[in-house]
Structures are given as structure tokens and as C-alpha cells.
């Protein structure tokens, strides 16, 4: 009964197989384990922060969540609203040693934080779907990364938070009916968006902007925050290799976390993070390979 | 002419000029606070311009 409406659009049962993890769940975050679990789909929800009382005008917590996980909160929340739906919670920050808490049928970027966006993105490149949106002031960004995220952050990033610049509720909402959308139509195989979506609710423009990874020609190394380093070659690694010249920290399917110096993310694509280091290692250890 | 928006300072100018990167220097704008969209399509900073192009300077936003 209570799918009846979106039956008449959507595979309803093919969805309630599926599960989306979201990484972050503030004001984007939020809107969008709201929206997924309405139509049905089971939910892995991970953020390290507890809710504040400034976050109770642009996140959908009430006043009696406040202190508590935002993770714990969400799942109590999103159980009232669907039962029938699985929701498993992480209440801490995605490491490097522990991506496999991504395991899912598609991961929804949420967070305000680059460094963990790119590691999304070395656990995700070309193996699982994902969408990373941002959100700022009135500006909303939705996009599915059919390559890498370095083919729209080119250099270095300036962060600004949504602590410091604040946000709109409706710029998140919006974002986040953008999102959910999308994640329906690549869980249920309809064909997405490929463009950047990019809107500013306050003054009605809406973007479509064209991604071309084509045009990126040479390996790029794009510092992260806290000295790390994202680097997405062009070309396959071999893992098995690698995990025997380095003592390994993790192995599974097309990911390998390495000690050398420090710790190293590598998808087997050609995609690797490095953790607290600098550009001259980076270079150093790219060209051992 | 190249036709340029900065969305930072709400700015839109008419430019000559022979590459993005020239217009970035003209204008003052750092490399890490944009992405840069000419004509409906995300560009590298070394692109050729021409006539009649029209590129946006769009803020790099990361909050969630």
C-alpha cells in the first residue's frame, strides 16, 4: 500500500533489494536518507559528528537528537518513518584502512571534507557507482562521477564549510531530490545524468555542464588536506605485486592499503591516495613503479 | 571577445584574450577556488579561446 503511488513510476520491488551508502549526513546527507528511504531502499549511514542545535534548521534533526550520533538519530528517525527498510550506522569518520564500510550498491557522497571524497572516490573508481554533491550558501552541485572526482578538482581545493559560510535548507533539499533521482535510476539501470548539475536555488539558474575526462591528458597529483595526495594514472596495477614488495594493510577485490612511509590507497584502475606525505615522495614513489 | 562570468564577485566582462590562463591573471583569480566551464563544458586552464567563447569562473564549493 504505502508504495501504490511510486509503483506507477519506479521498480519499487527492485529497489527494496538494494542499498545506498551515505557518506555524511548533514544537511545533504540527511535530506537524502530521508528520500531513499521512502522509496524503500536499505541504507548504510556513516558520520563520526553528533547533532547541534545550529544544525536543526538546515537537517531534518529535532531538538531531541541533539548530542546524540547523527548516525544513531538518522536510523531511529528514518525506522519510524519505513520499518521495512535495513539501516546499518557507522558512527566515525571513513578511514583508509576500513573502505569496505562502503560495500553497497551505490555510495552517495554527503561529506564536507575533500580528503574523504577522494577516498571515496580511489574505493569506488570504476568498480562502484557513486554520486558527489556539495552544497553551500544557496548553491547546490550534484554530480555522477563516471571517471574520477579529479576531473572536476584539477588542483589544490579551498574548503569552505557550511559552518563557516552556512546554507539554506532548500538548497539541500534540492540538492538532495537531485541525488536520490539519480541513485533510483542507476540502481534500477535507467540511464543517469552525465553532466555536472549545478544550481543556485536563490537566483533559478540551473547549469548543465558537460565533464569530458578525455581532456585530462597526464597523470594528475592533487594535494588533499592534512599532506595528502590523490593520484589517478592512466593505466592498470598489479596489486598482487605491490602487496608483496609492501607490507599490506588491506586487500580486497581491486583495493590495496600499503605501509611504505605512510599508508597508500591503490585501486587496481590506476587510482592511489597517499596519507601524510609530500609532493616530492609522491613522485618519488610513482616513479619506483 | 571572449565572454566571461566570475560567479564569486557576480562579474561579467567582455575579454581579448589568448588562453584561460590569461584571463585568470587578468582578473586575478586562484586556480584553486574555481572550476572553469567554457561553453556548457568543464575546461583545463591551459585551453585556447576564441572568439565568441563564453567561460564561467564557478566557486569551488565543498560543504555538505
Known amino acids: 500500500m504505502q508504495y501504490n503511488r511510486i509503483r506507477k513510476i519506479i521498480d519499487i520491488e527492485k529497489l527494496r533489494k538494494k542499498t545506498v551508502s551515505i557518506v555524511g549526513l548533514g544537511s545533504l546527507g540527511s535530506f537524502t536518507a530521508l528520500l531513499l528511504a521512502k522509496n524503500g531502499i536499505n541504507l548504510n549511514l556513516m558520520d563520526f559528528d553528533r547533532v547541534s542545535v545550529e544544525n536543526l534548521s538546515s537537517q531534518i534533526y529535532s531538538r531531541d537528537d541533539v548530542k546524540r550520533f547523527k548516525a544513531d538519530a538518522l536510523k531511529k528517525y528514518m525506522k519510524k518513518l519505513n520499518p521495512e527498510i535495513k539501516i546499518k550506522t557507522q558512527n566515525k569518520k571513513l578511514d583508509s584502512s576500513d573502505l569496505s564500510i562502503l560495500d553497497s550498491d551505490l555510495v552517495i557522497d554527503c561529506t564536507d571534507d575533500m580528503e574523504t571524497r577522494f577516498l571515496i572516490d580511489s574505493y569506488c573508481y570504476k568498480k562502484v557507482p557513486w554520486i558527489h554533491t556539495a552544497a553551500l550558501k544557496t548553491i547546490g552541485l550534484v554530480y555522477v562521477v563516471e571517471n574520477s572526482l579529479s576531473d572536476l578538482y584539477p588542483s589544490i581545493i579551498s574548503l569552505d564549510s557550511c559552518d563557516e559560510h552556512g546554507i539554506i535548507n532548500s538548497t539541500a533539499s534540492m540538492a538532495a531530490s537531485i541525488a536520490a533521482t539519480q541513485a533510483i535510476k542507476i540502481l534500477l539501470n535507467e540511464g543517469h545524468e552525465k553532466d555536472l548539475i549545478r544550481f543556485n536555488i536563490w537566483n533559478n539558474t540551473f547549469d548543465r555542464i558537460r565533464v569530458n575526462p578525455e581532456k585530462r591528458k597526464e597523470a594528475r597529483i592533487i594535494k588533499l588536506c592534512r599532506n595528502s595526495y590523490s593520484v589517478s594514472l592512466k593505466k592498470k596495477l598489479n596489486l598482487n605485486m605491490l602487496s608483496k614488495k609492501y607490507k599490506t594493510l588491506l586487500k580486497k577485490d581491486n583495493i590495496l592499503v600499503i605501509k611504505d612511509k605512510n599508508r597508500i590507497v591503490i585501486n587496481s584502475n590506476g587510482y592511489i591516495i597517499f596519507e601524510d606525505t609530500n609532493e616530492g615522495e609522491v613522485k618519488e614513489w610513482l616513479r619506483s613503479l | ?64
Open chain 2, 1 to 64: 571577445m571572449v565572454k566571461v562570468f566570475v560567479e564569486k564577485e557576480n562579474k561579467r566582462i567582455n575579454l581579448r584574450a589568448k588562453d584561460i590562463d590569461e584571463i585568470m591573471k587578468k582578473l586575478n583569480i586562484n586556480k584553486e577556488e574555481v572550476i572553469i566551464v567554457k561553453n556548457n563544458e568543464l575546461t583545463p586552464r591551459n585551453e585556447r579561446l576564441k572568439n565568441s567563447d563564453e567561460l564561467k569562473f564557478l566557486s569551488v564549493i565543498s560543504g555538505g
